[in-house]
């Protein structure tokens, strides 16, 4: 079974800290993906990376950076907290004749305060 | 107007019963169809996956598509209280790697 493990589970920081939120999966899978999830919003990707060092912005990126260094290792990368950025995040896997399957991790419930 | 609506719920239905869980999109390009399945402080995991119309079945659950009315419909069978989570729909254009995704409908199966 394909795992996605993702470093934290809560998290509190302060507005302005820079905050990482990593992510590894185990299953040699070339795309990664970081979501966000808000009641109301559902799922909204922020970034996502097929290979080593590529990345692609997605639909909400402002505010955060990532960086893929190893095939099974990405992180997210808030620069500044700020008290929006209040969420669930979320990694994803999947391999790239399977673009739907998705592989989630358990995500990352960040308060920033 | 977003992509992908789906109604919120929350949906109660009691053991047994069929369940219909629905979608829109707007997008002609999507190709792709997908459901995921999330229960409570858990990441979503992938229940149904189809291309172009039609049904698909895997066990209780069957996927339908009908892309002429762009309307995808997940039912459920002999609904369970395992059955609870929430449900999310989800689309992908042919060539694309970005799912778009409802916003979920909490389903709960009560005994």
């Known amino acids: 079974d394909v795992k996605v493990t993702q470093s934290s589970r809560y998290l509190v920081k302060r507005t302005g800290e820079k905050v990482f939120l990593e992510c590894v999966q185990d299953m040699d899978h070339e795309n990664m993906f970081w979501y966000r999830q808000d009641p109301g919003l559902g799922l909204r990707l922020i970034y996502f990376s097929y290979d080593v060092k590529m990345k692609e912005k997605g639909d909400i990126p402002e505010g955060y950076s990532v960086s893929r260094e190893k095939k099974e290792r990405f992180s997210l990368i808030l620069e500044s907290a700020s008290t929006n950025q209040t969420s669930m995040y979320l990694c994803?896997?999947?391999?790239?004749?399977?673009?739907?399957?998705?592989?989630f991790g358990n995500g990352t419930r960040l308060t920033v305060t | 107007q977003k992509e992908v609506e789906q109604d919120p719920g929350p949906l109660s239905v009691p053991e047994g019963a069929i369940v219909s869980l629905n979608c829109t999109y707007s997008?002609?390009?999507?190709?792709?169809f997908m459901w995921y399945r999330q229960y409570s402080r858990k990441g979503p995991e992938l229940l149904m996956y189809?291309?172009?119309?039609g049904n698909k079945e895997d066990g209780r659950f069957t996927a339908q598509v009908d892309k002429s009315s762009k309307y995808i419909s997940l039912f459920i069978r002999d609904s369970q209280p395992s059955d609870s989570a929430t449900y999310l729909c989800a689309t992908l254009t042919g060539g694309g790697n970005k799912l778009t995704f409802g916003t979920g409908t909490q389903l709960k199966v009560e005994l």
């Open positions: 189809t291309y172009s119309s």
């Open positions: 997008n002609s390009a999507f190709q792709y």
């Open positions: 994803a896997s999947s391999i790239s004749d399977q673009r739907g399957s998705l592989h």
